[in-house]
């Protein structure tokens, strides 16, 4: 009967163990990179987050973004084009409109990138405002610049221009480029 009883208890405390272990592998799962698409932060963003906050920044309620006081916006987690709304210029790290993403809606923006943590990341940008924009290679608008003008897009700037974007300019109308 002894034997019995400690067996039990064995099983069940295996059993227990093994419910714990399969309860926290998604929450494992959605903190690695590969979960990041999920919607939840990776400890690398939360570092971002955390500097972004620290200048005034506010975290959206789902934690995807951080607002800055200027407006504009930047993702800490990858965003898609859809993530884009119209009346908005985007600048993604990644091809094909992938990855972490900046977004700004006010015409007359000047800004730098590295602010955010995104000198030399560019590689895809969308243009849904009806405004010209113009990326620069330099910070303070200096340098080699590309015209991104209303409501274009590019999904990928190429080998030449790939991760030289260090600040960028939105003009308050359509014919600045």
């Given at each position: 009967?002894?034997?019995?009883?400690?067996?039990?208890?064995?099983?069940?405390?295996?059993?227990?163990?093994?419910?714990?272990?399969?309860?926290?592998?998604?929450?494992?799962?959605?903190?690695?990179?590969?979960?990041?698409?999920?919607?939840?932060?990776?400890?690398?963003?939360?570092?971002?987050?955390?500097?972004?906050?620290?200048?005034?920044?506010?975290?959206?309620?789902?934690?995807?973004?951080?607002?800055?006081?200027?407006g504009m916006?930047?993702?800490v987690v990858?965003?898609?084009?859809?993530?884009?709304?119209?009346?908005?210029?985007?600048?993604?790290?990644?091809?094909?409109?992938?990855?972490?993403?900046?977004?700004?809606?006010?015409?007359?923006?000047?800004?730098?990138?590295?602010?955010?943590?995104?000198?030399?990341?560019?590689?895809?940008?969308?243009?849904?405002?009806?405004?010209?924009?113009?990326?620069?290679?330099?910070?303070?608008?200096?340098?080699?610049?590309?015209?991104?003008?209303?409501?274009?897009?590019?999904?990928?700037?190429?080998?030449?221009?790939?991760?030289k974007a260090?600040?960028?300019?939105?003009?308050?109308?359509?014919?600045?480029?």
């Amino acid at each position: 009967m002894r034997l019995r009883s400690r067996t039990v208890r064995a099983l069940v405390l295996l059993i227990t163990l093994f419910a714990v272990i399969v309860s926290s592998a998604p929450a494992a799962l959605a903190t690695s990179p590969a979960g990041a698409a999920t919607g939840h932060s990776s400890p690398g963003n939360a570092a971002l987050t955390a500097a972004l906050q620290s200048r005034g920044g506010t975290l959206s309620p789902d934690g995807r973004w951080v607002a800055m006081p200027s407006g504009m916006q930047v993702s800490v987690v990858p965003m898609v084009l859809a993530d884009c709304p119209s009346g908005w210029l985007c600048l993604w790290d990644s091809a094909s409109f992938t990855g972490r993403m900046l977004r700004w809606s006010s015409p007359g923006t000047r800004d730098d990138l590295s602010a955010y943590g995104f000198n030399d990341q560019m590689t895809s940008w969308a243009n849904k405002t009806n405004y010209d924009a113009r990326w620069f290679y330099d910070a303070g608008f200096a340098g080699t610049a590309r015209c991104m003008q209303p409501l274009t897009s590019l999904s990928n700037v190429g080998t030449t221009d790939n991760d030289k974007a260090s600040s960028i300019a939105i003009y308050t109308d359509g014919a600045a480029c």
